[in-house]
């Protein structure tokens, strides 16, 4: 699937992308609040799932080979972060979902397809 669907599905709202950012193919979506679970977190091509806001997500989600970032349960991102992801060039979206129905949503996505 590719990001576009992803956001999409999830109704997501964009507070920062570069160009052509649509078509990111993305393999596996990883969801947590924790940066230890991020960090442990194995895959390439994957979408970050989070409320966390602070800088040091975006920074954590490029180290680990997150594509993408969808801030879920109504989180306002703060400049800071948006910040962040534009100098790492990290697309950044924001969900009024929760993380649950985020999962959920994405993987009846992945079964469609």
């Known amino acids: 699937m590719n990001l576009k669907q992803i956001v999409e599905t999830l109704d997501a709202t964009l507070l920062y992308a570069p160009e052509e950012w649509e078509?990111?193919?993305?393999?596996?979506?990883?969801?947590?609040?924790?940066?230890?679970?991020?960090?442990?977190s194995e895959g390439h091509e994957q979408v970050l799932l989070t409320s966390l806001t602070?800088?040091?997500?975006?920074?954590?989600?490029?180290?680990?080979g997150a594509v993408?970032?969808?801030l879920v349960h109504r989180r306002q991102a703060p400049p800071g972060l948006e910040a962040a992801a534009r100098q790492?060039?990290?697309?950044?979206?924001?969900?009024?979902?929760?993380?649950?129905?985020?999962?959920?949503?994405?993987?009846?996505?992945?079964?469609?397809?």
């Open 68 to 70: 993408a970032i969808v």
């Open 54 to 64: 602070s800088p040091q997500v975006v920074r954590t989600a490029e180290l680990v």
């Open 88 to 113: 790492h060039d990290m697309p950044l979206f924001r969900s009024t979902a929760s993380k649950f129905d985020s999962c959920v949503w994405i993987g009846q996505l992945k079964k469609a397809l």
């Open 23 to 40: 078509k990111l193919e993305i393999k596996e979506v990883f969801a947590s609040d924790l940066i230890s679970d991020i960090l442990v």
